[in-house]
């Protein structure tokens, strides 16, 4: 593929001289038929004859059609890499024309290329010594711009023209660094082509076991190009086939490669077929076939103007002539092998004197870079020091300035703080004399301040004194009522149970009985508010289980509830076998329990469910009671747990309220250690949640706490 693209330009190239020339030749006569055909003859003759020079015109006058000057050199050497194959002369041209303009631009990048082509151009016309000049020059300039693959394609080419000479190590060093080069860079097609100038090095020398290696690798990489082999590893493969005398391999691998160069010239791969037949042929004693092939590999070897191959190919003829006992033929070839064994060495000769006119133009290059930096670098610290000198005046200068500058500001400064320090001595004076007259002042007013407070402070003492008889009266006043009204339930319970009594008695005491009960329930909340405001409230720690403490309020309360149609749904000791164990105060756990499941039947609607639910932690027992009833709303909550705070929500049986109880149940929570909450959705009902901590393992001894 790569190889169409390059013969593209030169095919549309030909196409183009041979549009411009038919339309020369045939505006000459278009009279009849035969005089066109004549014409498209003479074209194919006339562009077979064109000269180098021809044809570098026809194209100089298509590159001037380009507008930029960059580009058109870059055409220039695009058409020289086309032609540089089948007409390296025309190459050559077309490349000089390029360095030429690339030096006018100064770009060193083009003009690095141009040089590359002008020595391959050479080194396919046979001038080594001129090509590898240009190959040197290219590098240089390849390694100033850091350009690996320039350096890659430099190194190829100086391994061929060391190959040539038969110096066989160095070729075979230059293919080694373009082969690392091409590798690193990816361009496998010509690492393929270096590993087989590798393999042909050996060949040459004999290594069978080396070109064979060389040889498998550049087949292996060609093959990931899709290729079944290209024509010079065919080649090879003959070639190594020979070494180990396996003819019919070496015949096959010839005939195989000749077939390869039909659709891809290469004058090279057909020179070594050709020998190769010729020796192959005179090994087996076909004298007739080995002198036919080796006579084509000597005229094509001329063709290519390499004295290499047409000296490799006189020395073949010589041999086989000799050993067909054709001693003058022999002698003939012999001689014309060493007048070109003579041009490779001068040629050899003129290639040292290039290898070092360059090494010793290149060391002055870099004498006179080395001298010129030098120089630099002195002018360089003249003008760093001088700079520097410059700076330090310029910054000597200025610090005088600002020196003189901060003097002058201080001076300023010292006038306007001596002005500021006999203003504020002044001011000074009149506040001493106006601060005596107000500590004066002040002393007269903390003596009557003292006064006063001793004034508040008897005050706050009577007060203190008087609430303590008001809440011990009321304790009193409550206590001494509570013992009649005792003796009037028990008495009125006594009378019930007599047999004499009508109905309406019995109604009558019944009902005084639930008044009794009602004033004895608010003489106890009065009993447990003042103990509270005198911080007497009593706990008689001890374990106890709490389910027995909920079957005892529910059946206490169960009649209230049964008589408003309610229904309650509690856990019963009966339902959980196991023991739920407290430490309090029974009663008073008793009280808090009694109060939340009355206040749920008192404010909830007849037929209505009350819900008590009781769990467990290792740490906690939680008590929740929940209701149906009106729920709380956010005022509620504000004030649900303060004494004698009245709730939005009135009790749905005309009971009596006092605005206490829960007060009362809170404080009696918080001795035990525990926490009570209520959560409620205004309309929704309210559910009260109580949660107690439970005896620790040790926690088995009564104990009194006093709050």
Partial sequence: MRQFIRIMPMALLFGMVCTSVSLGFASQDRRTNTATIQSKKVQTITVQSLTAQQLLDSLLRLNATIQEDSLQIADLLSQAGAFNIVRPELALLLAQEAASRSAKLSNNRLLAESKRLIAFANQRLGLMSVAMKNYLSAVELFEQLRDSNGLAYCYNGLGIINFEQKRYEQALQNYHDAAIIFSRLGNIERHAATLSNSAYCFIKQQRVDSAMYYNQRAIAIQRTLQNDTAAFTVMSLGEIALLQRAYTEAENYALRSLQKIQTAPNKIVETRAFNLLGQLYLAKAEYAKSIYYLELGLKTASETKLAYRIWDSYEILALAEQTMGNFRKALFYKTKAQEFRDTLISEEISLSRVVIEAKREREERIRETTILEVNNQRQRMFLIILGA???????????????????????????????????????????????????????????????????????????????????????????????????????????????????????????????????????????????????????????????????????????????????????????????????????????????????????????????????????????????????????????????????????????????????????????????????????????????????????????????
């Fill in 389 to 707: 000198f410059t700076i330090l005046l310029a910054a000597l200068a200025l610090a005088l300035f600002n020196l003189y500058k901060r003097i002058s500001l201080y001076s300023k400064r010292l006038e306007l703080q001596r002005n500021e320090t006999l203003r504020q001595k002044t001011i000074v004076e009149q506040q001493a004399t106006s601060i005596q007259q107000i500590n004066a002042l002040l002393e007269s007013q903390n003596a009557e301040l003292e006064h006063a407070n001793n004034e508040l402070f008897q005050l706050n003492h009577n007060l203190q004194e008087a609430d303590e008889k008001r809440v011990q009266m009321l304790s009193i006043v409550s206590h001494d009522l509570k013992s009649p009204l005792s003796s009037i339930f028990m008495t009125t319970e006594f009378l019930l149970q007599k047999e004499f009594l009508d109905d309406v008695s019995k109604e009558l005491l019944s009902n005084q009985m639930r008044s009794i009960s009602r004033m004895n329930h608010l003489i106890k909340e009065l009993l447990d508010t003042a103990a509270q405001e005198l911080g007497k409230m009593n706990l008689v720690n001890h374990p106890f289980d709490f389910l027995s403490v909920l079957d005892a309020v529910v059946n206490e309360l169960y009649p209230i509830i049964e008589g408003k149609g309610q229904i309650i749904v509690a856990p019963t000791s009966r339902e959980i076998t196991r023991p739920i164990i407290m430490l309090g105060d029974e009663n008073k756990i008793l009280q808090v329990v009694e109060n939340l499941i009355s206040n749920a039947s008192k404010f909830s609607p007849l037929g209505s469910t009350i819900t008590v639910d009781v769990s467990e932690t290792t740490e906690t027992v939680t008590v929740s009671v929940k209701d149906q009833g009106p729920g709380l709303t956010d005022n509620d909550k504000s004030k649900l747990f303060g004494f004698f705070q009245r709730l939005s929500a009135t009790p749905t049986g005309k009971e009596h309220s006092s605005g206490v109880g829960l007060a009362i149940i809170h404080k009696i929570v918080k001795l035990h250690g525990g926490n009570i909450w209520c959560e409620s959705e205004f309309g929704h009902g309210a559910t009260f949640f109580v949660e107690i901590p439970k005896p620790a393992p040790g926690d088995l001894l009564e104990e009194t706490v006093t709050a």
